[in-house]
């Protein structure tokens, strides 16, 4: 069942020559109850597209609907969606209950009934005991959980949240992501969660829509995007990666230094193509393809080895390290590589 879904939205600011595509022809649906991730670098739309589902822009052309209906042009406050923003913008002369009830309470709503919704809210992001401190009384992660507590108090159908960890230090941030999570899963809201960070996207999302200049390149599970990326930019993009220039022979490619690399998902097309394989994937062997270690970098967990291929291509692989972290590398000296079954991806454009 689809939550939220725009349909071929184009965003465009400026006229003429000076004018941006913002949006350049975005199309996705958003399932009912699902964590979904626009990942992208900045500049690419993100902001745009949550700001055409929560209404404070209308797009160029194309729809944006909600469980069905169009409500491209529904004004903001008639929209069952709300945003979490970067910078909490909490009232500072409010206590923080004030700060969550604040909503509610402009809509009307019974004082009794705004401070029980309040009392629930602060409950589920764990800040009870907080609920008669001056917001500015809060740390940066305490003053993230009241903005959420806010946003949810309405109980909104979508809640966008526009990069709202990225001001929050590592370890925080990490125990942010967590609590997102759970406060998503408790709650069952559908969430969209913008973030330029491929790991945040990863660890947190049932799907990721992957952005880059105002269009959407790939959609899909976190696993499938990393594995399968579709195109040079997803494959860069989320993780590191090796590229290898290659010329397609039926199930397999060719590489240029004459090796044949099997495929297991072999296109139909022939030509030259560019294949991807994760460095996790490249293993050191008795034989296979030649290559020569050029350098490589210790990082306790695994080590990252710079290979060189006979026709120059360099291939970096990821070894776990042993107890010692001793090597066992020696720089120039010849080996073999290999890459892992169903590894190499074969890359559109
Ligand atoms: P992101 O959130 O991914 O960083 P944005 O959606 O904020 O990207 O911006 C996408 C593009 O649209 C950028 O080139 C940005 O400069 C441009 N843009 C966004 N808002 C406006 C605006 N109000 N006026 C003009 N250009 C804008
Ligand atoms: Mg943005």
């Given at each position: 069942e689809?939550?939220?879904?725009?349909?071929?939205?184009?965003?465009?600011?400026?006229?003429?020559?000076?004018?941006?595509?913002?949006?350049?022809?975005?199309s996705v649906q958003i399932r009912k109850g699902e964590f979904f991730t626009?990942?992208?670098?900045?500049?690419?739309?993100?902001?745009?597209?949550?700001?055409?589902?929560?209404?404070?822009?209308?797009?160029?052309?194309?729809?944006?609907?909600?469980?069905?209906?169009d409500i491209t042009n529904l004004p903001p406050n008639r929209r069952p969606v709300n945003t979490v923003f970067q910078s909490y913008a909490l009232f500072p002369h409010l206590t923080v209950a004030q700060n969550v009830?604040?909503?509610?309470?402009?809509?009307?709503?019974?004082?009794?009934?705004?401070?029980?919704?309040?009392?629930r809210m602060l409950a589920l992001v764990r800040l009870e005991a907080m609920a008669d401190r001056k917001t500015s009384q809060l740390s940066g992660g305490q003053q993230q959980r009241v903005?959420?507590?806010?946003?949810?108090?309405?109980?909104?159908?979508?809640?966008?949240?526009?990069?709202?960890?990225?001001?929050?230090?590592?370890?925080?941030?990490?125990?942010?992501?967590?609590e997102l999570k759970r406060l998503q899963t408790e709650t069952g809201i559908t969430f969209v969660f913008v973030t330029h960070d491929q790991e945040e996207a990863l660890t947190m999302s049932d799907r990721i829509g992957v952005m880059?200049?105002?269009?959407?390149?790939?959609?899909?599970?976190?696993?499938?995007?990393?594995?399968?990326?579709?195109?040079?930019f997803v494959a860069?993009?989320?993780?590191?990666?090796?590229f290898l220039p290659a010329t397609l022979q039926g199930a397999a490619a060719r590489l240029g230094t004459g090796d044949l690399v099997e495929l297991t998902d072999?296109?139909?097309?022939?030509?030259?193509?560019?294949?991807?394989?994760?460095?996790?994937?490249?293993?050191?062997?008795?034989?296979?393809?030649?290559a020569t270690i050029a350098s490589w970098v210790y990082f306790g967990t695994d080590t990252h080895v710079h290979l060189a291929l006979r026709d120059g291509t360099e291939v970096v692989a990821r070894l776990q390290s042993n107890p010692s972290g001793e090597t066992g590398l020696t720089q120039g000296a010849e080996v073999h590589l290999r890459f892992a079954p169903?590894?190499?991806?074969?890359?559109?454009?």
């Open positions: 689809i939550a939220i879904e725009a349909r071929n939205a184009v965003k465009a600011f400026g006229q003429g020559a000076a004018a941006v595509r913002a949006l350049d022809d975005v626009l990942l992208g670098p900045s500049g690419c739309g993100k902001t745009t597209l949550l700001r055409l589902i929560a209404g404070f822009e209308s797009p160029t052309s194309g729809q944006i609907l909600l469980d069905g209906q009830g604040f909503g509610l309470q402009m809509q009307g709503k019974p004082k009794a009934e705004v401070e029980e919704t309040a009392r903005a959420l507590a806010r946003a949810l108090a309405p109980k909104p159908k979508v809640l966008l949240l526009d990069e709202p960890l990225s001001a929050l230090d590592l370890k925080l941030r990490k125990e942010m992501q967590v880059s200049a105002g269009k959407i390149q790939q959609i899909g599970a976190p696993r499938d995007i990393y594995t399968r990326p579709v195109n040079r860069s993009f989320i993780g590191e990666t090796n072999p296109p139909t097309r022939s030509g030259t193509v560019t294949l991807t394989v994760r460095p996790e994937q490249v293993r050191l062997a008795e034989s296979g393809i030649a169903g590894a190499v991806q074969v890359l559109g454009d």
